[in-house]
């Protein structure tokens, strides 16, 4: 495409729907802009030194205006023409992608192939979404320290770490590739100091979720219920698959490539647990247990947290749904459950069964962890109908 460019014109080009696309200007021979899929656009020209056919990166819109850039591209030309062009910062095509073209990239070539989490990793990075149009090799250490600033402002210090950890691994793999020459972040060092959480939910605050849990409708309620008694982790409650599942032998059969640890998890579901499986409604052609849409399975825990944290006291620590795998751990050594049991329950590594061993007896304690696991439910039971000590004292 080619036009007289102006700034109305500039300002108005749509971004690109598949990839980018080039608009020539017609008043500067060589001149062009290129628009990616984020709207970003930036001033390259096209000259020939020695007859080689070279692209200069001239620099950002409205950043670099486009009188700078025509003054800058007549510039390059002019040095062409005289014989003293000396190789000006030329860049490839990589180096002037943006950092949010770059994000999916890094998603789908490295992210998805070898990390289980990667969905958290692609939502932290969107904490970098005010830098999005920022060609990569334009971000700068001040840039990134100033994102992380705001996060620790708004009060979530530990997700500054997240974020400085995914943002960390994206330029790292533009490095390899590549794209960047070196890493902008690569000296910055996590920005909060963490502490090991050791909450345990009380008998009250269990009593509390629940009930709640009983007044929330299909999928967070029944959710709720299992993430407490399983004691399993909240990806895996939340993305069960009904193929993962076998009600009639109450057995959940996680798949390595579903837990941390990437190693087949059998967990014997106690009789509490099938029941409510089995009350259960099905999306039609959906394997997720609990979904709205059939397509995924359910997100939003956030929203969730807010709502139960409107039935706790206003004094209640801060608490996490990571807190009710370690509640749930913590119940079972109180009733007498072996350390290597809960270890098995949970698919802890530090479990006294590992490798080969591991990987070929897949059942290995079942009947120790069906019968922790519905000592724990029996207990959860007993604490869920017992009257809060509140209540108790209003009496």
């Not at 001033?43 to 056919?53: I, K």
Request: a positive charge; hydrophobic letters at 40%.
């Amino acid at each position: 495409m080619t036009q007289i460019l102006t700034t109305k014109s500039l300002d108005a080009l749509a971004p690109a729907t598949a990839k980018r696309y080039e608009v020539r200007d017609q008043k500067v021979n060589g001149l062009h802009v290129r628009v990616s899929t984020t709207g970003a656009k930036v001033f390259y020209t096209m000259v020939r030194p020695n007859g080689s056919r070279r692209r200069i990166k001239i620099g950002p819109y409205p950043a670099v205006s486009l009188a700078d850039a025509r003054r800058r591209a007549m510039e390059i030309a002019r040095d062409v023409e005289l014989g003293e062009f000396e190789k000006p910062s030329a860049v490839s095509e990589a180096s002037a992608e943006t950092l949010g073209e770059m994000i999916p990239k890094f998603i789908e070539l490295h992210a998805k192939p070898n990390t289980k989490d990667w969905k958290r990793t692609e939502s932290v990075l969107h904490k970098f979404d005010g830098l999005k149009d920022r060609p990569i090799d334009q971000i700068k250490r001040q840039d990134v320290t100033k994102v992380l600033d705001d996060i620790i402002a708004n009060g979530t210090p530990y997700r500054a770490n997240r974020a400085l950890s995914a943002i960390k691994k994206l330029m790292n793999w533009c490095v390899m590739r590549g794209d960047i020459e070196t890493s902008p972040v690569a000296l910055l060092r996590p920005p909060t100091r963490e502490v090991q959480r050791d909450r345990v939910l009380n008998d009250d605050e269990i009593r509390a979720i629940w009930r709640q849990a009983e007044n929330e409708d299909y999928p967070f309620g029944p959710f709720l219920k299992l993430l407490m008694m399983t004691g399993q982790r909240r990806a895996e409650v939340s993305d069960m698959r009904w193929s993962e599942l076998n009600l009639d032998e109450g057995i959940w059969e996680l798949p390595a490539s579903r837990v941390k640890n990437a190693r087949l998890h059998i967990v014997p579901l106690p009789p509490q647990a099938v029941n409510i499986l089995r009350s259960l409604h099905r999306f039609l052609d959906s394997d997720f247990v609990f979904t709205t849409t059939g397509r995924s399975a359910i997100s939003g825990f956030g929203r969730l947290k807010e709502r139960l944290e409107t039935i706790l006291p206003e004094n209640t620590p801060d608490w996490r749904f990571h807190d009710f795998r370690r509640t749930a751990s913590t119940g079972m050594a109180k009733i007498g459950v072996m350390p290597h049991v809960i270890d098995a329950v949970t698919n802890h590594k530090s479990g006294v069964v590992s490798g080969v061993g591991a990987t070929y007896n897949r059942y290995t304690y079942l009947n120790e962890k069906r019968e922790a696991l519905e000592q724990w439910a029996n207990e959860l039971m007993g604490i869920v109908q017992k009257p809060s000590a509140t209540s108790a004292d209003a009496k």
